[in-house]
């Protein structure tokens, strides 16, 4: 069955720090690609997505890139902010099944 | 639009007590999906419904657990008896059919504590 995997966190940086949280995945075919955003007591959040190999999803700084040769989709972003302190989940689903399989996701702390 | 809304945020019970957890998706959106996070095991499919019909209850953990749609602007998630090993947070997310990347759409969240 298809399944992601993140790096664990929590994941401590300084303010204007570069962010790169892992992502790969198993899954068969072409799914599409998200990551989304916890932020204290909500809900998640969709952050960016990508539906196709190659494609680049961005969003408020944050970017990330479908590598399907390396089953990755790493999220980046050069300066991180006080207010990016959250659970980043990356996720997966397929066109014909429409609920998401999600990672573990990952505590971001950023100290000012 | 008010986004996903659930109801209660929150519900202290003790065990063996019936909970029943109370979502209005978005109006407009055919799908409607219930999630359950906890520490242990993350973020966990539970069911998904399509214009009402239920689609994937597999990930439902036992007879405990039952969902309803009556009809296109509520869903209720029910756990009778419920257990400690319950407790978690529960989300509601919908979804529009149309689109191609199947972006979903989160409630708040209700917390359940089993006592």
């Known amino acids: 069955g298809d399944s992601v995997t993140q790096m664990e966190g929590p994941v401590t940086l300084s303010e204007e720090a570069f962010l790169t949280i892992n992502c790969t995945y198993t899954?068969?075919?072409?799914?599409?690609l998200f990551w989304y955003v916890q932020y204290p007591g909500e809900g998640l959040q969709l952050l960016l997505k990508?539906?196709?190999?190659?494609d680049k999803g961005s969003n408020k700084g944050f970017e990330a890139t479908y590598r399907k040769e390396t089953t990755s989709f790493h999220l980046e972003k050069g300066s991180v902010q006080v207010s990016d302190s959250a659970v980043y989940f990356c996720?997966?689903?397929?066109?014909?099944?429409?609920?998401?399989?999600f990672g573990s996701g990952t505590r971001l702390q950023v100290q000012p | 639009d008010a986004g996903v809304i659930q109801s209660p945020r929150h519900e202290v019970t003790e065990m063996g007590q019936e909970v029943t957890l109370r979502c209005k998706p978005i109006?407009?959106?055919?799908?409607l999906f219930w999630y359950r996070q906890t520490m242990m095991r993350g973020l966990e499919l539970l069911i998904y419904?399509?214009?009402?019909?239920?689609?994937?209850d597999s990930g439902m953990p036992e007879d405990r657990f039952s969902a309803k749609m009556p009809n296109a602007s509520f869903s209720t998630l029910k756990i009778q008896p419920s257990e400690p090993r319950d407790s978690a947070v529960y989300f509601c997310?919908?979804?529009?059919?149309?689109?191609?990347?199947?972006?979903?759409?989160f409630g708040p969240g209700t917390r359940l504590t089993v006592l």
């Open positions: 997310a919908s979804s529009p059919t149309s689109g191609d990347y199947n972006e979903q759409f």
């Open positions: 899954a068969t075919g072409y799914p599409s």
């Open positions: 990508a539906t196709k190999a190659d």
């Open positions: 996720a997966l689903s397929h066109t014909g099944r429409r609920a998401l399989t």
């Open positions: 109006s407009g959106h055919d799908y």
């Open positions: 419904f399509n214009n009402n019909v239920p689609i994937d």
